[in-house]
């Protein structure tokens, strides 16, 4: 229950084109849910995040897409540059956890100039 | 501003022999630290969390040891590495605000 499951693991997208990637979870208790992104040989870095009482959120070319009903989250990379491949992890984190995230196994992401 | 410190940014060590990463934060007090290791890859494993000095918890059951001797300091320690200890090794904080940052990361390959 403490688990988010993410996917695909991988993904390969055109330049231009938008890359979605899906996270699910089962514990009801969440209510933080960022998106990390990482270079490799780089530490995650905080991309976008969102709580439950919103169902989108936008940041430039990154949006967050939140369905609380069926407990899954999605990030959508429009415009998608070669620059933005990099793996992506979602997280997730309980009310009362002090803040210690549950993470996804992370996506790898390639945008093809 | 907060940062984060961790080093060293690669280590080549033999079976058998004993580590110690060390990662400080700067700028903030009372940090929530975290040790992750991440396979080639592969995904983030928490290996051990601490809410205060002394206070660590470990996640997983392994070869390995932390320690938070002050309140800004986080050591990562083993006795004796195995080949299977071998991977890319996360230091990180967060305060009240959720988001968790962090450092550069050690590269540790086990030979």
């Known amino acids: 229950q403490q688990q988010v499951k993410q996917s695909p693991q991988s993904l390969i997208v055109q330049k231009g084109g938008i890359s979605i990637i899906n996270c699910a979870y089962e514990?009801?208790?969440?209510?933080?849910f960022p998106w990390y992104q990482q270079f490799p040989g780089k530490g995650p870095a905080l991309l976008i995040a969102i709580r439950p009482d919103v169902s989108e959120k936008k940041e430039g070319r990154f949006t967050i897409s939140f369905n609380k009903s069926a407990k899954q989250f999605s990030l959508h990379i429009m415009d998608s540059q070669p620059g933005d491949s990099a793996t992506y992890f979602c997280?997730?984190?309980?009310?009362?956890?002090?803040?210690?995230?549950?993470w996804g196994a992370g996506t790898k992401l390639i945008i093809k100039p | 501003s907060q940062t984060i410190h961790q080093w060293p940014a690669t280590l080549v060590q033999p079976v058998g022999s004993p580590l110690s990463l060390e990662c400080t934060v700067e700028?903030?007090?009372?940090?929530?630290l975290y040790w992750y290791r991440q396979a080639a890859g592969r995904g983030l494993q928490l290996l051990f969390y601490?809410?205060?000095?002394?206070?660590i918890s470990s996640e997983v059951p392994q070869n390995l040891s932390a320690s938070r001797p002050q309140d800004r300091q986080f050591i990562l320690s083993s006795k004796k590495l195995l080949l299977s200890d071998s991977g890319f090794y996360l230091c990180a904080w967060n305060g009240g605000n959720t988001e968790a940052f962090f450092g550069q990361g050690t590269r540790l390959t086990v030979v």
């Open positions: 514990n009801t208790a969440f209510d933080y």
């Open positions: 700028g903030t007090s009372n940090p929530n």
């Open positions: 601490s809410v205060g000095i002394g206070q």
């Open positions: 997280a997730a984190s309980p009310l009362d956890s002090n803040y210690q995230l549950i």
